[in-house]
Each structure stands twice: as C-alpha cells, then as structure tokens.
C-alpha cells in the first residue's frame, strides 16, 4: 500500500505494482527535464488540466526513480500502464498533489 505520508502513489506497470515518490532529487530532475525554473508552471498546467502526454510522462519517471525504479524513459514509454492513459495521468496529478500536500488534504487523490 502506498503511503501517503511519504507521498507515495502506486502504479501498476507491465504487471508490476511500483511505489513511486518525488524526491528533491526527482524533483530536480523533473525541472530540468520539462525546462520549467520551478514546478509552479507544472502544477498550474494538472491544475488547468492543460497538461501535455509529455509532462505525465516525466512526472512518471521521476516518481519511479524516487521510488527506487532503475529503467528508462523510453521502457516507460513503451511500458503497459494497468488503467491506460487516464490512469497514468491521475498517478501523475497525485504524485504532485502528495509532494506538495499534507495527507489528509490528498486522501481523495
């Protein structure tokens, strides 16, 4: 089960049920990757639901890698999300909700 607390969130992929986190080091991997100086713009974006594939994608991959995931971003790519797209992107929004959130105010994520 996943801990919020921890800011975890699970994800199901290829069979395998992941724990995935966003560490500072996620993080900062995540800023650089989407080209964004902070995360405010991406959080905008879940917020609006003017999110791109692009952006589900890396928040993915860095949650993964926070929990401890040593693949890549094209096996993530090509990677059977149990759920499809729409659950890949509701992982996503509560993987940033739970970064930035106490548990309590994300228990409907």
Do not use: C, K
């Amino acid at each position: 089960m996943a801990n919020p607390w921890r800011g975890e969130v699970a994800l199901v992929m290829d069979g395998s049920r992941h724990l995935m986190r966003l560490t500072l080091g996620a993080l900062a991997e995540l800023e650089e990757t989407l080209g964004e100086d902070s995360l405010v713009a991406l959080i905008a974006r879940f917020e609006g639901a003017a999110f791109s594939s692009r952006d589900v994608l890396a928040l993915l991959l860095a949650g993964l890698r926070g929990g401890g995931w040593t693949g890549s971003a094209a096996e993530l790519a090509q990677a059977e999300i149990e759920g499809g797209p729409l659950a890949a992107a509701q992982a996503a929004a509560a993987l940033i909700t739970r970064a930035f959130a106490m548990p309590e105010a994300t228990n409907a994520v």
